[in-house]
């Protein structure tokens, strides 16, 4: 079954900065990849997603990168700002709506102000 | 966007009785919903993936006649706990896939304390 790595497992940066986030997954049958910010004590929320026809994504100050060759794809947050604070979580699935999404472990962000 | 909602937000019961979690697609009708479940500082871990109509379908480890999960209708998935026990305690949140965006939204999450 699918397997998803995700680092680091927390990440301080100066408001202002870029945070990036990295994963990896195992399933090369995978073709699609949701970013999910989730704040304490709420479900999670998507915030980007990316499938595997394409290379980039961008939304603002945030942008996804994948390469599907060597199953690596991350997050880019720019400009960070006090309510970027949150966990994230990568994932992996097959683009459909009955797929199970597997989710790497999180990255708690922190951001300095 | 779809509409995901969960009752109740959070239960505290006591070891031994049983909780019943309710997951409801608002706005959409969701022929598959997922059950999560999250410990504090944890990932999201699969426990059942529940289709409309029929049996749910379990992740292994995950004790079908512990966690009894019902899907009667298009909008409304149930998670009950059995006999609870405080190793039960956790953030339990589900998902519901909608169909014709090939996409699911989560639920905010239900807190199960069990004394």
């Known amino acids: 079954g699918e397997n998803v790595e995700q680092h680091p497992s927390t990440l301080s940066v100066q408001e202002g900065d870029s945070a990036v986030i990295k994963c990896t997954y195992s399933d090369s049958a995978s073709n699609y990849f949701p970013w999910y910010k989730q704040e304490l004590g709420k479900g999670p929320q998507l915030i980007i997603d990316?499938?595997?026809?394409?290379g980039e994504k961008k939304d603002q100050r945030i942008a996804v990168t994948l390469n599907k060759t060597a199953k690596h794809f991350s997050l880019h947050i720019t400009e960070t700002q006090p309510e970027d604070s949150a966990v994230y979580f990568c994932?992996?699935?097959?683009?459909?709506?009955?797929?199970?999404?597997?989710f790497g472990s999180g990255t708690r962000l922190s951001i300095r102000p | 966007g779809a509409v995901v909602s969960q009752h109740p937000s959070w239960v505290i019961c006591k070891s031994g009785t049983s909780v019943k979690i309710e997951c409801r697609s608002l706005d959409f009708q969701a022929t598959t919903m997922f059950w999560y479940r999250q410990f504090p500082k944890q990932s999201l871990m699969l426990m059942a993936t529940s289709n409309e109509g029929s049996k749910a379908t379990y992740e292994q480890g995950v004790e079908k006649d512990k966690f009894l999960i019902n899907h009667a209708s298009l909008t409304l998935s149930t998670l009950t706990v059995t006999s609870a026990h405080p190793e039960d305690s956790s953030f339990y949140i589900c998902s519901a896939g909608v169909l014709a965006a090939n996409e699911q939204f989560f639920g905010p999450g239900t807190r199960l304390t069990v004394l």
């Open positions: 994932a992996a699935t097959t683009y459909s709506s009955a797929s199970k999404i597997i």
């Open positions: 990316i499938r595997s026809n394409v």
